[in-house]
């Protein structure tokens, strides 16, 4: 548990990769993870059940990233499910060929590295953080977020650079 909260806690995004199966404590990792890249092979599941064991920590970041009955059915019946249902499903971000899984993994990276990595981190943080408050506290939460965003140097280069029509410094250091 405290590896898989130390994955939410790092101001980087993480990116599972996954090109094989991925079962209990596997998927529980791929779920957990901010993003994730299959295989068109790769196949998930929860399948402790089948041998008398319910998925009790896989479920805690499962249920976070596919509706519950998606989440329940897994849990309980242990089937598994292919890449594409996993990404159908909110489990898995994109889904390529297994020759091209890496290629696929680093245009993600590459699209999110082209960002400045203070708003990431600071995106990142409240994403997880207004997740798990209701709707009001979320709201205020991500406002001040907005507003503290706002005020960082990043920010006011990007908005500037937009003003001016160019490109923000922090795009030409990638």
């Not at 599941?45 to 499962?62: E, M, Q, W, Y």
């Not at 976070?64 to 059915?73: F, L």
């Not at 590295?113 to 979320?138: L, S």
Request: proline share 3%; charged share 20%; net charge neutral.
């Amino acid at each position: 548990s405290r590896m898989m909260l130390q994955i939410q806690r790092l101001p980087v995004p993480v990116i599972a990769r996954v090109q094989g199966l991925a079962t209990a404590a596997g998927c529980q990792l791929v779920a957990q993870c901010d993003l994730a890249v299959a295989a068109q092979e790769a196949r998930f599941g929860v399948n402790g059940i089948d041998v008398g064991l319910f998925c009790a920590t896989s479920s805690v970041p499962l249920v976070r990233n596919v509706p519950a009955k998606v989440a329940m059915e897994m849990l309980l019946t242990g089937e598994f499910i292919s890449a594409e249902e996993a990404r159908l499903r909110g489990l898995v971000n994109r889904v390529a060929p297994a020759d091209a899984l890496d290629a696929e993994v680093e245009r993600l990276v590459a699209a999110i590295v082209a960002k400045p990595r203070e708003a990431i981190a600071m995106g990142k943080a409240v994403f997880y953080q207004h997740r798990e408050t209701g709707i009001e506290a979320a709201y205020q939460l991500a406002g001040q977020t907005m507003a503290c965003n706002m005020m960082h140097d990043v920010a006011q280069e990007g908005v500037q650079a937009f003003i001016d029509k160019r490109a923000a410094a922090w795009r030409l250091r990638v």
